[in-house]
């Protein structure tokens, strides 16, 4: 995400709603600062932070004015246990979605390798895919399977998608 913004972009992006209002209500100090900022962020990036440092310091401070919460206060919303599971589950349900299961992981093994693997990727894929499998190379290998024999290719996505990530240590990485 971007870390400059002008004042006209952060009034349109980071202004908490009447409905954003409603979800934070029930919740103070720390934990409203860092669930007005995990809500707006998955607005904008449809995936949450992986560190405080990726909100930019010009969206928490006007998010804290909103909410009624010292800036300062973001430093200490906790990025570790159940509380930010909670606060990401409850924004996740807010936008529709939720963490990816294994029937979830197979539907895409078997969209990945009909729709992908035979074709050179391009635009939205480089932008969405890569980032998901590990990048152009993975990919490509993963078309080259495809080529040979698609049940090998969807076993070989399966894998590359059950691999642990490192993003939020919820179950919960890029792809939520």
């Known amino acids: ?24 209500r029930n919740k103070s100090g720390a934990t409203r600062l860092g669930f007005a900022l995990l809500l707006k962020f998955f607005e904008v ?19 804290a004015q909103q909410v009624k919460v010292p800036a300062e206060a973001w430093a200490a919303y ?9 606060d990401r589950k409850e924004i996740r349900a807010a ?9 979830d992981q197979e539907r895409l093994a078997g969209w990945l ?15 969405v895919i890569f980032p998901v499998v590990g990048g152009e190379k993975t990919l490509k290998a993963l078309a080259a399977e495809a080529a040979a024999n698609e049940a090998r ?8 998608l059950r691999r642990p990530t490192r993003r ?3 179950g919960c990485s890029r792809r939520c």
Request: proline share 6%; net charge negative; with cysteine.
């Open 113 to 127: 390798a009909a729709e992908l693997c035979p074709v050179e990727p391009s635009g939205t894929v480089r932008r």
């Open 1 to 24: 995400m971007r870390q400059d913004w002008e004042p006209e972009d952060l009034i349109e992006v980071w202004t908490l709603l009447e409905d954003d209002m409603k979800k934070v």
């Open 153 to 160: 290719c969807k076993a070989r996505v399966r894998t590359v």
């Open 168 to 170: 939020t240590g919820d």
């Open 78 to 86: 906790g990025w570790q246990g159940d509380r930010i599971k909670r």
């Open 95 to 103: 936008y529709g979605f939720r963490a990816i299961t294994e029937e």
């Open 45 to 63: 990036e449809a995936r949450f932070p992986e560190a405080a440092r990726e909100v930019p310091a010009a969206a928490v401070e006007y998010v």
